[in-house]
């Protein structure tokens, strides 16, 4: 047993608010610099939609990630040997068009404009070349929705719907559709740290952070073919590839990342989670209905005493497998199974995972609207009506009917395994009759006792998941390792506080 130590993170999707406040607080700290106007180490998607950049999730097109060949894994990019021929000419490679051609405005139009009848305006300019342009695709061009027929209609999840599917979701658009933000995953078996020839990617050996160190890296853009999340960006200034670096110098210090820490609607969960790197072949090589177990399966428990002794042999200090087993990831992934991998079929085991979001409840036929959308379904003629919202059996009913297919969900965060999907909904549906039979008070307790039952979830469990996504502080949403170098980076003392250090502290 080859025990290591993972940062993880859990976002909830049905808290996300599409706000962007997590990457405009990224942008402004890291990437806010020549050479890194197009990227967005975070960014927030509407889907249904296209993505960014553009169509990122079609492998046949990028080959990023990894198949299943011979009984084992291979980069669907190539050896390294294989990848060193194509450096000159790397098909796979996106361009800027796939991102976006990154604009300022020529704020000089507005500060020198000649007294006029009409307001001037700012003309958009390039942000690379200067010249004038017309902005027509950005990081979250299709935001909400916008102009889906042209966006949204180009996901390819849609594939996994029927034509009756497809249809319903078209005719309700405007409502069918939820954000996805999405950051580096810091995978536990990273296509990019493999095809990457000159080593400079790598796992942090502390946390499992995956960086490129900027010294190394010798510009060939493997890795940014490889990953099929297509979060590693080349930056056309240094000539170096970057990515996201998880705010290591912020957990260094124990703090939160910047995007978490901004976050309004508070959906980011953070902590550590422990991992048995000898099973990653075998596990990442599971059929694609299976992944979804096999990610849980290779999170180890904190609590075993074989684990324990695994860990200590590993380096792994009382002080991480204390944070380990007060990690909220853990109880999202392993107690809950509320939290699912984004395309887990690309199998690079990543170490974000999702709360599947809850579309917007339907009113019930009874005419008393419980749902927020306040429409009504199409008449049922001679049908029976459907048991009304307020019982288990009606709300679990709207799993498989909701306006969010669910093999739409199950594509993007189970493989195409609709019953893991169905599982965590269902959970939540269970708090949701919960919760309201203690703050409305017109459910009968025998229908949450049956909830419960039937999403395999406890009043306790409940209780702690509905305070977790609710009230409960920063510190217990991110639980962090204490930083084993705040000393080294504490701000200069005082010379108040020098005047009483003891000789040779200075």
Not at 4 to 16: E, N, P, T, Y
Request: with cysteine.
């Amino acid at each position: 047993m080859d025990v290591r130590a993972q940062i993880a993170s859990v976002f909830h999707l049905d808290k996300c608010l599409g706000c962007h406040t997590c990457s405009v607080a990224c942008k402004n700290l890291w990437t806010d610099r020549k050479g890194a106007e197009h990227m967005w180490w975070n960014n927030v998607e509407a889907r249904p939609g296209a993505g960014y950049p553009r169509g990122w999730e079609d492998q046949d097109r990028w080959n990023g990630g990894w198949s299943v060949a011979g009984g084992g894994l291979e980069l669907r990019a190539g050896s390294k040997p294989g990848a060193l021929s194509r450096i000159f000419h790397n098909p796979s490679l996106p361009v800027l068009d796939d991102y976006y051609e990154p604009w300022t405005y020529r704020y000089g139009d507005l500060f020198d404009a000649k007294p006029t009848d009409t307001p001037p305006s700012a003309r958009p300019v390039s942000a690379i070349t200067g010249r004038p342009m017309d902005p027509r695709a950005g990081p979250n061009w299709d935001d909400d929705l916008a102009g889906s027929r042209r966006y949204a209609a180009k996901d390819p999840n849609l594939e996994a719907l029927t034509p009756t599917e497809r249809a319903a979701l078209q005719a309700t658009e405007r409502l069918a559709y939820f954000h996805l933000p999405r950051t580096c995953n810091h995978c536990a078996n990273p296509a990019c740290v493999a095809a990457c020839p000159s080593g400079a990617a790598y796992k942090r050996g502390e946390d499992g952070l995956v960086v490129i160190s900027q010294d190394g890296c010798r510009g060939w853009r493997m890795c940014v073919s490889s990953c099929p999340y297509k979060k590693v960006f080349y930056n056309w200034e240094t000539g170096k590839s970057e990515k996201c670096i998880g705010c290591y110098p912020r957990i260094d210090c124990g703090e939160a990342p910047a995007c978490f820490a901004a976050c309004p609607g508070r959906i980011r969960f953070q902590g550590v989670l422990l991992y048995d790197a000898e099973r990653i072949p075998e596990l990442a090589a599971r059929p694609e209905a299976e992944l979804v177990a096999a990610a849980r399966e290779l999170v180890l428990d904190p609590a075993d005493p074989a684990v324990i002794e695994a860990a200590r042999r590993s380096g792994i200090g009382d002080a991480i497998l204390d944070a380990a087993r007060r990690s909220p990831v853990l109880r999202f992934l392993k107690r809950w199974k509320l939290a699912l991998p984004l395309h887990s079929e690309f199998r690079t085991l990543p170490m974000v995972f999702y709360v599947p979001p809850l579309a917007p409840l339907l009113a019930e036929r009874d005419e008393e609207a419980i749902g927020c959308s306040g429409l009504r379904p199409p008449p049922v003629g001679e049908q029976s009506s459907p048991p009304p919202l307020r019982t288990a059996e009606g709300l679990f009913a709207t799993v498989e009917s909701s306006r969010l297919p669910l093999r739409y969900l199950s594509a993007l965060f189970a493989g195409g395994n609709d019953g893991e999907v169905a599982r965590a909904l269902r959970k939540l549906l269970a708090v949701r009759l919960w919760r309201r039979a203690e703050s409305v008070g017109d459910v009968d307790a025998a229908e949450v006792t049956r909830a419960f039952a039937e999403a395999e979830l406890d009043p306790a469990a409940a209780a702690e998941l509905h305070r977790l996504t609710t009230w409960a502080p920063l510190e217990e949403r991110v639980v962090l390792p204490p930083s084993t170098r705040a000393e080294d980076l504490d701000p200069w003392p005082s010379p108040t506080a020098l005047a009483f250090q003891p000789p040779g502290r200075v």
